[in-house]
């Protein structure tokens, strides 16, 4: 689900630093936005520069696997030197074999900026051409087309195989607005239009290439570049606009040391065919379009040029499995800051009991989540920290409740446990954005390691513990939402209904919101790190599958929305219904938002109110 981001932006900060070391979410948050570009620090694309120095010398001297072998079960098959940059292509071409729907722009933006920080960590090798044109497709507002299946939490492969054959400039750039559709009839790819697929080709026309022949220029990352400029044509290249380092055109023509990738499309061209390949249509003129964001009509990232070691490089990355689990690890941790308030509303509304919040209580189980969700719901509700402090032995008074229903009282325990899986999911997040993964890796020293340092069980465990922990929250959610409706907690009608006999009033919240629980349950009942696969041949028998956990985190997120806003509704109307409404700036707000009528009347409008009102109770 593409939500928008509730991230203000801050005046005149439109830049994101990214230096291999120091990305936070909220940031990643912003570039996969679009409220923010990126801003490349020159020492860390250096270090990148100088890894692939090193990386160069040391394959020299010895196999890297993946550049100077094959790969999974074809690791121990040489590659001959001379074939490493096809055998590179070969590697991308074959991996980019993703299933299913296109993934939103959002999505895909955060993983270009996580992948465009981890290779500036400088453990990759790759050339730092490929850092460049993933920032600059970020500033232009323009990603890749991504499908969600490819994953099992070794290695986002699919995805950016799919990636690298953009930044080559055979598959085509979307613009944010794009929406998947199939080819038109006759094979033309509508997005194409908008977005622009490479050079604006049609059979016969050709690129111009001028940075493969001449010498670098405008800095590190940029020489090798081909130009971006208006379209042109030039004897001896074929469309797709990406070149192949090392090797000279197959046509006799062009310059030295560049090869066209889009060979499929050639072929398609030279036989007089059309049709679409790898989502490309040949055949036809291919206009470029002006697009979103702060580009110009027709600008584009410039096709990167191929070298050995590149694809693999590129390849070794989860960032598509942690760009999912920032961005719903970040729409939950909003939903679990609204929850202290409509948790807080809930409490007023039975008239509950402080003392489940002392904070003398939770300094004898100092956990962070339980002592910072009952310190929360204290504010909101301007309890003091020691309800006993004054009052002798510290007992109730009679005839008040000497318990709550565990919605209430063991909710900081609860919903704490929530708030710390959360905060363990942000720190892991945080931690694989910012290092290298790759493997093999180099590491500062120089020296170049084979690892598994890219199986993603750290964060789909998190994931999943995250999962089951929103679940345990959302149950004490409904369980809040049913006591609403008790007379015996609130001392008001049943279900809060105030109309003729039998009216129900908001009876059908608690089946809503137990549908929406049933949903959660079903996305924590079943973690996604228990999977299990046996992969090439048996080399890989075991995966993490994070990308299936964070799409389930997704889904809880979603659900649990619907659960709170349920319990938001009701204990908005509850606390109208009292004689003396407390005079809380939370109450305030959701009053002045949601629908006033108590009669009986149909509740989907409300609860869709309720869920858009969310975020903003998560800034109180």
Not at 158 to 167: C, F, N, P, V, Y
Not at 290 to 311: C, I, M, Q
Not at 343 to 372: F, I, M, N, Q
Not at 521 to 539: C, E, F, K, Q
Request: aromatic share 2%.
């Amino acid at each position: 689900m593409d939500v928008p981001t509730r991230v203000p932006p801050q005046p005149r900060d439109t830049r994101v630093p990214l230096d291999g070391g120091g990305l936070t979410l909220p940031a990643l948050i912003r570039l996969a936005d679009g409220t923010a570009v990126p801003a490349v620090d020159p020492g860390a694309l250096d270090r990148v520069r100088r890894a692939r120095e090193t990386a160069d010398r040391l394959a020299a001297t010895g196999r890297w696997y993946g550049r100077g072998t094959g790969v999974g079960a074809h690791r121990s098959v040489a590659v001959d030197p001379a074939e490493e940059t096809a055998h590179g292509l070969r590697l991308l071409r074959s991996h980019a074999g993703g299933a299913g729907p296109l993934l939103p722009a959002r999505t895909v933006r955060a993983m270009l900026a996580i992948r465009a920080n981890q290779l500036l960590s400088g453990g990759s090798g790759i050339h730092p051409s490929f850092v460049t044109a993933l920032t600059d497709a970020l500033r232009l507002g323009v990603h890749p087309a991504v499908n969600e299946y490819g994953g099992v939490g070794t290695g986002d492969l699919t995805a950016l195989a799919q990636t690298g054959l953009t930044l080559l400039g055979e598959r085509p750039w979307l613009a944010p607005d794009d929406s998947p559709a199939s080819p038109r009839a006759g094979g033309t790819v509508p997005v194409g239009e908008r977005a622009g697929v490479g050079p604006g080709l049609g059979v016969g026309e050709v690129p111009e290439c001028p940075a493969a022949a001449g010498p670098a220029v405008g800095g590190v990352g940029t020489g090798e570049r081909v130009t971006v400029g208006g379209v042109g044509t030039g004897p001896g290249e074929v469309p797709g606009g990406g070149v192949l380092g090392g090797e000279r055109s197959p046509s006799g023509g062009g310059a030295p040391g560049a090869v066209a990738v889009g060979a499929e499309q050639a072929a398609l061209a030279a036989a007089d065919l059309t049709g679409t390949v790898d989502g490309v249509h040949v055949g036809e003129a291919r206009p470029r379009g002006v697009g979103d964001g702060d580009r110009t009509a027709g600008e584009l990232p410039a096709p990167v040029t191929l070298r050995a070691g590149d694809a693999l490089a590129l390849l070794s990355s989860n960032a598509l499995a942690l760009a999912q689990a920032a961005l719903a690890g970040h729409e939950t941790e909003l939903l679990l800051r609204a929850t202290h308030v409509v948790a807080a509303l809930s409490l007023a509304a039975v008239s509950g009991s402080p003392e489940a919040y002392a904070a003398p209580v939770h300094a004898l189980r100092p956990y962070p989540g339980p002592v910072r969700a009952a310190a929360e719901v204290r504010r909101l509700l301007g309890l003091p920290d020691d309800p006993a402090a004054g009052l002798g032995n510290g007992l109730p008074a009679a005839g008040r409740r000497i318990q709550d229903p565990y919605g209430f009282r063991a909710f900081p325990q609860v919903h704490g446990a929530a708030l710390d899986a959360s905060a363990a999911l942000r720190r892991i997040v945080e931690t694989e954005i910012n290092c290298p993964s790759e493997n093999p890796v180099l590491t500062p020293e120089g020296h170049l390691y084979h690892h598994g340092g890219f199986f993603a069980a750290p964060l789909a465990l998190a994931l999943d513990g995250l999962n089951l922990a929103l679940l345990k929250t959302a149950q004490l959610s409904a369980a809040r939402l049913s006591a609403l409706s008790r007379p015996d907690l609130t001392g008001l009608p049943a279900f809060l209904a105030t109309g003729p006999a039998g009216s129900s009033g908001t009876m059908i919240l608690e089946y809503t919101a137990n549908s929406a629980l049933a949903e959660l349950r079903s996305s924590a009942a079943a973690p996604a790190s228990a999977g299990h696969a046996v992969l090439s041949h048996g080399l890989e028998e075991a995966a993490g599958f994070a990308g299936q956990a964070a799409r389930q985190t997704e889904r809880a997120r979603a659900a649990y929305a619907t659960v709170l806003a349920c319990e938001l509704v009701s204990a908005v109307r509850a606390l109208r219904l009292h004689p003396e409404p407390p005079a809380l700036p939370a109450l305030t707000l959701a009053a002045a938002t949601l629908p006033t009528g108590v009669e009986d009347r149909p509740l989907t409008g409300d609860i869709e109110t309720a869920t858009e009102l969310l975020p903003r109770l998560a800034e109180l």
